[in-house]
Structures are given as structure tokens and as C-alpha cells.
């Protein structure tokens, strides 16, 4: 099979797409727990203000910033 490392990158991406949109592991398969967390960030006008984020992880170390 005659294949580029572009096609090797795009079928990886188009993998953690669909992985991500079906809540699986592209790594392991297991199911995604999505973790929702607040992140501190610097007072405003005196008020402790916080931003919330939300990232998809899994058991096996695997989360949405890894590529
Ligand atoms: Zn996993």
C-alpha cells in the first residue's frame, strides 16, 4: 500500500475526531470521562475570579491535548 505521511496524519486526525465524538479512547477504546475543573485566574476588581474549562481524559493517561 502506497501511502504519504500526510495520509498517515490525516486518518490519525479524522480517528481522534470520530473517537472524541463517540466519547472513546483513540488510544485504548475505553470509555472518555469528560472532567470539568475552574481555573483560577488573577482577581478582578477585587473579586477572585475563575474560568471554566473542561477536557476529555481517560485511565489510560490519554487526554484531548495529546496528539
Ligand atoms: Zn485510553
Known amino acids: 500500500m502506497d501511502c ?3 495520509d498517515i496524519y490525516n486518518s490519525k486526525r479524522i480517528v481522534k475526531e470520530y473517537a472524541i ?3 472513546i479512547c ?3 477504546r475505553e470509555r472518555l470521562k469528560l472532567i470539568t ?3 483560577p ?3 478582578h476588581f477585587g473579586y477572585p475570579a ?3 474549562m ?3 481524559r481517560c485511565d489510560c ?3 484531548d491535548g495529546i496528539d
Open 37 to 39: 475543573y475552574y481555573e
Open 26 to 28: 483513540p488510544k485504548c
Open 61 to 63: 493517561g490519554w487526554n
Open 21 to 23: 465524538y463517540h466519547n
Open 50 to 52: 475563575s474560568e471554566e
Open 41 to 43: 485566574k488573577c482577581e
Open 4 to 6: 504519504t505521511l500526510e
Open 54 to 56: 473542561s477536557e476529555l
